[in-house]
């Protein structure tokens, strides 16, 4: 078959005759494909088998080389097509026979690296040809890229790969944004996308084999988890300094696909890796203390705290990420979109913390009032007001976007009073939580009332003195939900002196808000009062 495919590709080559090129291509690995998986024998065929394998790929490889180069024939689909399923077939048939030899299985990756390199000389030698078509080229190129990528898992196990992925991916974008050529940029996003999936194994395998292990086995930060997720973090936040330079703009067009993946996916890889390096290193910790707990001896409610404790800082991380995401940003990226995404997980993750995170808190206060056979530091009570300045950061930081006009201003009204629902649940959860701990009784009855009828009355100041009428509105809303509550749920078991008391100081807060409206009516409706005084 060699010697008959050597004649017939000599005079397809001479002739012109293509057609005998292909029917030798498709016929000589037709054969010995059938062979291979019928009747080859791994104990004594393999150097045989795997010298044709190599004679048959090299023979085609050549007679494609030779149109290409001598000929000077011009790139087409088809040129693609036989080269790939060329290399294909050659690889898959070579990998098939070194797995199954008895020695030779070890070393796979070995084999997918001399693949690597038979392509790179044919691209090196593609390149001293000033007259070949560079297209050419740059398919060659992808197959040395694709097959030392190739190697990596194929050898290697675990962060190696991963690792080496990111490295290339970095590696291609910045030649093909550098060097003004997409095809590298585009070869980048893939690896991209599995140096992130495979990193999420590694997260997987690394935390999950270790809790498995001896509980002395774990390091926070010292550990290869950590390593990985950090170094990818970098690699990541190289590939996206390199895609903000202006002087290296992207070589697609604003509606191409890819360049939607230079805008979307490396920020959101970038903000997703960054996030968990640290985050699964807190998770682990109090996974790590839970798990060496002994369930004698208060052991249960200790690990129901260091799961309390878990969930707070973690929340804590999480705000005091987002708010050094919100100043890198507006410093440094000034991204209008990155702005958008910002904000819309600060909404997120101060919901989260005004349900979870408070509740969580408040289960570690109160715990560290009640006895137990095992020892409660502060930490217990200061981790709580340690959480509410993580999240006054994240608020400012938040309201600096709208400050630095990242954010339309249509939408500072929803802020406003976001930011306000935030601050009269915090004051809320603070009364309930000092309430309860000083024993005042009921206090959540009373003291709500009067605590949300006090902020109505602040709003309509704040509404009064900024002309905001949305602070009016809510502080008016705010009045009625007071008096609803005061009517339907307060008064219900409260004795004469308690019910007294509320209405007193609620008819004081009305008479009061009356007094400045009143007072600032023409200021606040001027135009429409002096209408209706017409009328």
């Known amino acids: 078959m060699a010697i008959i495919n050597v004649g017939i590709l000599f005079v397809a080559f001479k002739q012109y005759w293509k057609g005998m ?3 030798a291509f498709i016929l000589t690995w037709l054969f010995f494909s059938t062979w291979c998986f019928l009747g080859y024998d ?31 024939e011009k790139y087409q689909v088809m040129d693609v097509f036989l080269l790939l399923i060329n290399s294909f077939i050659f690889f898959g048939l070579g990998y098939f026979m070194w797995e199954e030899h008895p020695t030779n299985g070890k070393y796979l990756g070995l084999f997918a690296i001399l693949n690597g390199v038979l ?3 044919v691209g090196i030698l593609i390149y001293l040809n000033e007259k070949a078509d560079r297209n050419i080229l740059l398919l060659v190129a992808g197959l040395v ?6 190697a990596v898992p194929i050898q290697l196990d675990g962060s190696w790969v991963t690792l080496i992925w990111m490295g290339e991916a970095v590696l291609l974008f910045s030649i093909g944004r550098i060097r003004k050529t997409p095809i590298y940029e585009k070869i980048a996003y893939p690896l ?13 395998a690394s935390y999950s084999a270790s809790l498995s292990a001896a509980y002395s086995s774990f390091t926070p930060l010292l550990n290869i988890g950590f390593y990985t997720s950090f170094l990818c973090a970098v690699g990541y936040g190289a590939v996206q300094w390199v895609n903000s330079q202006k002087k290296y703009p992207s070589a697609f067009s604003g509606d191409s696909i890819w360049l939607l993946a230079a805008q979307y996916m490396i920020p959101t890889l970038l903000l997703i890796t960054s996030y968990n390096t640290f985050g699964q290193e807190i998770s682990q910790y109090w996974n790590y203390k839970i798990k060496a707990l002994d369930t004698a001896n208060d052991g249960v409610l200790q690990s129901y705290d260091y799961n309390n404790f878990a969930i707070a800082w973690r929340l804590i991380y999480s705000l005091a990420f987002l708010s050094l995401l919100a100043l890198l940003n507006y410093n440094f990226f000034k991204s209008k979109g ?15 913390f005004l349900g979870l995170g408070l509740s969580t808190l408040g289960e570690l206060w109160e715990s560290y009032f009640l006895a137990a056979a095992y020892s409660k530091g ?5 981790i709580r007001y340690l959480s509410i300045f993580a999240l006054a950061a994240l608020v400012y930081t938040t309201y600096s976007y709208f400050k630095k006009a990242f954010i339309d201003e249509k939408w500072q009204p ?8 935030t601050l009269l649940w915090l004051l809320s959860s603070e009364w309930l939580t000092w309430g309860a701990t000083l024993g005042l009784g009921a206090s959540y009855k009373l003291g709500l009332s009067i605590l949300w009828g006090s902020y109505s009355l602040l709003l309509i100041v704040l509404g009064i003195w900024k002309n905001r009428a949305y602070l009016r509105i809510a502080a008016i809303g705010l009045f009625g939900l007071t008096l609803l509550k005061l009517f339907f749920y307060d008064i219900a078991h409260l004795g004469t002196l308690p019910k007294t008391v509320v209405f007193i100081a609620l008819g004081i807060l009305l008479l009061i808000i009356s007094f400045l409206y009143n007072k600032y009516r023409q200021a606040l409706f001027g135009d429409e009062l002096e209408t209706s005084e017409e009328v």
């Open 414 to 421: 929803m802020l406003t009073i976001a930011f306000h629902i």
């Open 42 to 72: 791994s104990q004594d065929e393999f150097v045989m088998a795997f010298s044709f394998n190599t004679i048959f790929f090299i023979l085609f490889y050549l007679t494609f080389l030779a149109y290409k180069l001598v000929r000077q």
């Open 192 to 204: 991209l996308l599995l140096a992130f999936l495979s990193l999420m194994e590694d997260w997987n």
């Open 378 to 382: 502060t930490v217990y009570l200061w």
């Open 119 to 121: 392509h790179l000389m």
């Open 145 to 150: 890229i694709l097959f030392f990528t190739l």
């Open 21 to 23: 090129y292909f029917s």
């Open 338 to 352: 990155l702005a958008q995404v910002n904000v819309a997980l600060n909404t997120l993750i101060v919901l989260v």
